[in-house]
């Protein structure tokens, strides 16, 4: 007699697993990987692989000897951790930094929760945003960007563009004006120019900022990557930009000289790779498809309200923290129908 053995959910198996999807987003990285290297010389490699070996180090050093449990630092995890938190410090941010910054992310971020998939916040953000508050000045230098390998990468330091704009529109200067004529002084005799990049440079990456901020092209492609793997959903990247396309574009038309159009927005900042790699981190976003949209556009408003009127410049890590917060909130307020259950 053949007896049916009814086991708990899900049914519904798939061909994933948690190293595929890790290593899938590692590969969509290699773009901004390459562009970071290109116009930052090896400085980039430099921080992106002491992140990484750091990041791995202590999540196998907490495993090990404090936990006491299974080792896991190959199935990918801490190599994006790692990965990313390199894509969210300069080029030219000293090694000590580096390595603490890695200890957050791991050491408190992640294992203090229990690991991979306990973790409430991104921890490759809460690692920025620690090391953002405690060591501002080396966090908010940035290199400009010169040929490959060149070894004066990290000799001079110039604004980011929304830095830059955000101060000139301070002593009341236009927006169109600054875009046009940019900014001029003298130090020691000497004149200095400096003018934001136009839009083209921006896309492909020639301006300064965090090592993963600078090319938009660069991870609009690793996400489009990401989304031909469906190792992420639409919902979260799009509701993220479009409602930061909205609601600075509401303000543009109302006043154009004191706010600057969407596509600067747009392709400016850690606004690509907040929407694209930081906001879509499967643990720390909701389950459901209409939890995402909610969340995304939660993470569009509050980027731009911290933009525009904001002590920062940067609006992004801070946005998506704040609704990390929210989002056992969202999961519980809005569920999937269970199969089987009737509409009420």
Not at 75 to 95: E, H, K, Q, R, Y
Not at 160 to 182: A, C, F, M, S, W
Not at 183 to 203: E, R
Request: net charge positive.
């Amino acid at each position: 007699m053949n007896l049916l053995t009814v086991s708990g959910s899900p049914h519904v198996h798939g061909d994933n697993s948690t190293k595929k999807i890790m290593y899938g987003v590692a590969f969509a990285m290699i773009p901004t990987l390459l562009v970071s290297v290109y116009f930052f010389g090896l400085d980039a490699i430099r921080v992106t692989l002491l992140s990484v070996f750091a990041c791995m180090l202590f999540e196998w050093i907490i495993q090990k000897y404090l936990i006491k449990g299974p080792v896991t630092i190959t199935d990918g995890s801490a190599i994006i951790s790692g990965i990313l938190l390199a894509f969210n410090v300069p080029s030219n941010i000293p090694t000590w930094i580096i390595i603490i910054g890695a200890f957050v992310t791991i050491g408190i971020a992640k294992m203090s929760f229990g690991g991979l998939g306990k973790n409430p916040f991104n921890p490759a953000l809460v690692g920025r945003v620690f090391l953002l508050i405690s060591f501002p000045v080396q966090m908010t230098s940035w290199p400009k960007p010169s040929a490959l390998f060149n070894s004066l990468a990290d000799a001079v330091t110039g604004p980011t563009p929304l830095g830059h704009l955000k101060e000139e529109l301070k002593v009341g200067r236009t927006v169109q004006d600054i875009l046009e004529n940019g900014t001029s002084w003298t130090v020691d005799g000497i004149n200095y120019i400096y003018k934001i990049p136009d839009y083209m440079d921006q896309l492909m990456g020639n301006l300064g900022g965090s090592l993963g901020e600078i090319s938009a092209l660069a991870l609009i492609l690793g996400g489009i990557y990401m989304l031909m793997r469906k190792i992420i959903s639409w919902h979260i990247p799009v509701s993220f930009i479009g409602s930061v396309i909205i609601f600075t574009g509401i303000l543009w038309v109302v006043n154009p000289d004191i706010y600057v159009n969407p596509g600067f927005h747009l392709i400016t900042g850690g606004l690509m790779l907040g929407a694209i790699f930081m906001a879509t981190d499967m643990v720390s976003s909701p389950m459901s498809f209409k939890g995402q949209l909610i969340f995304g556009l939660g993470c569009g408003v509050l980027t731009v309200i911290i933009r525009i009127w904001g002590a920062y410049p940067e609006g992004v890590s801070f946005a998506i923290l704040i609704m990390n917060a929210f989002v056992p909130l969202i999961n519980r307020s809005i569920k999937p129908k269970r199969f089987g259950e009737v509409a009420r």
